[in-house]
Every structure is written in structure tokens, then in C-alpha cells.
């Protein structure tokens, strides 16, 4: 392909192209790992991208989204979905528990359950709203003490309050830590999972996420292989 025609065909066969990328790099590793197609669900991470950004990924057929914070997917996402139906947002980043009405409103699927007082905003604020997003306990998978998620140890009580408070609980969210190879930690994950019942492993970001396929992620975060760089937080 020559750089004018990428010109001229602009950002939307951008995003559409670095879309297609990133599907055959999921198909690819789902076949090599013996796993049927179509078991990975591609979370497009789009926080801090505006709208304008986001349409041409919903134009190639994307529907399902991430965003970190709440306030931001307030301001972006009632629009896009009135616009486009169809759409699932899911809330990869920390939530404090005095935005948990807020997060059951607008999100179908919390991966960042942590704690035991956020499980409670949670239980309370979707028997409020009478609607129950899919929740994906994060869990701590490094021991880092600067990060979010539940230590290992407190899994099975965390579990144990969440299914108690009737939480949908899919399964497991990790983000290891940064700089060292990932698979022992998504290979840990998978474990915690499986040792626990719980279909679903949401692990992978764009710079490993063919690794997390490969050791069991059922969903797969992705955002600056879909959308390029976003700017210093
Ligand atoms: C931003 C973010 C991602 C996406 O990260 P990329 O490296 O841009 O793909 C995934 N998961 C979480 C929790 C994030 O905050």
C-alpha cells in the first residue's frame, strides 16, 4: 500500500485496518492454542480518545468498549450509544464506591472489584437500579503495594461476600506488573480462575495480549494498538 492512498482514505481506514490487526492476531493465537474461535472478547479501551476517534472503529463493527473513568464515560458514551445501539461499555479502571450508582447506570460490566466495601455499594446500588453488569474481581496478581485489586489471599472471602450479595461475578481481572515478562502472571490468574470456578479471565493489554490469549484470557483490554498513543496522563 502507498502513503497517498493512506492519506486519502484517512483515519477512518486507520482504525479499521489496525482493528482487522488485531482480530487476526486474536484469531491466530486462539487456533495455536486450541481454543475455539471466537472465545476472546476484544475490549477497545478508548479513555482519554474523544468520539471522533471511537466512530470508526464502531463503523468497522467493534461493540464492545472500555473506558477507566467514569466521569469521562459519562460525557462520551450516552451519545455514541443513542447513536449506535448495540454497544457494551465495560469499566476497566478503579471505581470508588461513591460512584458505584453511577457505574451500575451506565456500564455492563465492572472489571475493577476489589474490595469488601465496594461489593457493597455495588450489591446496593444494582438493586437500585435493577440492573446486575457482569463483575470481574481485580486481583493483584504482582503483590504491588502501589496497585489496585485484592491480595491473593483475600480472594476467597471477596468471592465469597460477592456471591452472597448476588454480584454477577464472570471472573478475574489482572493487570501484572509492568517491565517483566507477563505469562506467569496471567498463567496465575488462569489458575485463581479455574481453582474457583470462574469462567471468565480478563488479561491482556496491547503490548501482551497475544500472551494472555495464549494462557486462557477471555478477554483481552486493548487500547493503543487500536487507537495509537494517548498523551502523557
Ligand atoms: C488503559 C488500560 C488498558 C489498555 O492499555 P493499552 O496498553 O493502551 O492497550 C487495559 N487495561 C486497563 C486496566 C487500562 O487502564
Same mark, same amino acid.
Not at 481454543?35 to 472478547?41: K, Q, Y
Not at 468520539?51 to 464502531?58: G, H, V
Not at 501484572?176 to 480478563?202: I, N, Q, T
Given at each position: ?71 469521562? #464515560?459519562? +460525557?462520551?458514551? !450516552? *451519545? @455514541?450509544? &443513542? ?5 457494551? %461499555?465495560?469499566?476497566? /479502571? ?56 485484592? #491480595?491473593? +489471599?483475600?480472594? !476467597? *472471602? @471477596?468471592? &465469597? ?5 448476588? %454480584?454477577?461475578?464472570? /471472573? ?62
Amino acid at each position: 500500500m502507498n502513503g497517498q492512498s493512506d492519506e486519502m482514505t484517512g483515519a477512518q481506514s486507520s482504525a479499521a485496518e489496525r482493528l482487522a490487526a488485531v482480530r487476526e492476531t486474536i484469531a491466530r493465537v486462539e487456533q495455536i492454542a486450541g481454543r475455539p474461535a471466537g472465545s476472546v472478547t476484544l475490549i477497545a479501551v478508548s479513555k482519554t480518545h474523544p468520539a471522533e476517534a471511537i466512530t470508526p472503529l464502531i463503523a468497522a463493527g467493534q461493540t464492545v468498549f472500555g473506558e477507566n473513568r467514569v466521569q469521562e #464515560a459519562q +460525557a462520551k458514551w !450516552p *451519545a @455514541l450509544r &443513542e447513536a449506535h445501539p448495540g454497544l457494551s %461499555l465495560h469499566l476497566v /479502571g478503579q471505581l470508588q464506591s461513591n460512584k458505584a450508582e453511577d457505574a451500575v447506570a451506565l456500564f455492563d460490566a465492572i472489571h475493577s472489584v476489589d474490595r469488601p466495601s465496594l461489593i457493597t455499594a455495588l450489591a446496593k446500588a444494582m438493586e437500585k437500579a435493577d440492573r446486575r453488569p457482569e463483575c470481574f474481581l481485580q486481583i493483584n496478581i504482582g503483590e504491588e503495594p502501589q496497585k489496585g485489586g485484592c #491480595a491473593i +489471599a483475600d480472594l !476467597p *472471602a @471477596l468471592l &465469597e461476600q460477592a456471591r452472597e450479595a448476588d %454480584l454477577p461475578v464472570a /471472573g478475574l481481572m489482572c493487570v501484572p506488573p509492568a517491565d517483566v515478562e507477563p505469562a506467569p502472571y496471567f498463567a496465575l490468574l488462569d489458575k485463581l480462575a479455574r481453582d474457583h470456578g470462574l469462567p471468565g479471565r480478563s488479561m491482556g493489554m496491547s503490548g501482551d495480549f497475544e500472551t494472555a490469549v495464549m494462557l486462557g484470557a477471555t478477554h483481552v483490554r486493548v487500547g493503543t494498538a487500536l487507537f495509537g498513543t494517548r498523551p502523557p496522563a
